[in-house]
């Protein structure tokens, strides 16, 4: 009785859709990828990790690999939210960006993909080792969450096409009345 039990919730839980946290299913077309990084920076080191924990193959190659996947600039910028009585600065916000193209020559795919990530971070000028602990923890998780948005965006892309859904289609000219 209880192992059906057991069975009965995991095949509805399966019929749902419902996923572990970190998940994002990857289409066929995209399981063999080629990577080009902007190096060996943390966030490519999450990239890879979140790519292998989906079941991506990463070549060494492009030519091996029926899709590519180009990193062309990531960055994570610092800037002053606000600022404290005595003139020092109070908090910061940590601002991620990612551009990425994800191209598969044989089926004509050719997609540039921008991704960002927020986060805010009190500075604590009595603290300063704590507060640079708190920075290194938000710029990973900024990494991470670029990674995984990059990912869904990666699924979004391949769904559409496989729908045979294009990308959106540029607004209509407007037409002149006589």
């Given at each position: 009785m209880r192992v059906s039990l057991i069975w009965l919730a995991v095949i509805t839980l399966s019929a749902c859709g419902w996923h572990?946290?970190?998940?994002?299913?990857?289409?066929?077309?995209?399981?063999?990828?080629?990577?080009q990084g902007s190096g060996n920076t943390g966030f490519d080191q999450a990239l890879n990790q979140q790519l292998q924990f989906n079941g991506v193959v990463i070549t060494e190659h492009a030519v091996d690999a029926p899709a590519q996947l180009v990193v062309e600039s990531y960055e994570i910028e610092r800037r002053t939210l606000s600022v404290s009585t005595n003139g020092q600065v109070a908090e910061y916000e940590l601002?991620?960006?990612?551009?990425?193209?994800?191209?598969?020559?044989?089926?004509?795919?050719?997609?540039e993909i921008l991704v960002r990530s927020r986060r805010t971070l009190t500075n604590d000028v009595n603290n300063i080792v704590a507060t640079a602990n708190e920075e290194r923890q938000q710029r990973s998780a900024i990494e991470k969450d670029l990674a995984s948005k990059l990912l869904r965006r990666l699924q979004g892309i391949s769904a559409n096409k496989a729908d045979g859904k294009s990308e959106p289609a540029p607004a209509p000219e407007p037409t002149q009345q006589p």
């Open positions: 572990l946290r970190g998940i994002t299913p990857i289409p066929d077309g995209y399981r063999i990828l080629y990577l601002n991620g960006r990612l551009t990425a193209t994800v191209s598969r020559p044989e089926d004509g795919i050719n997609t």
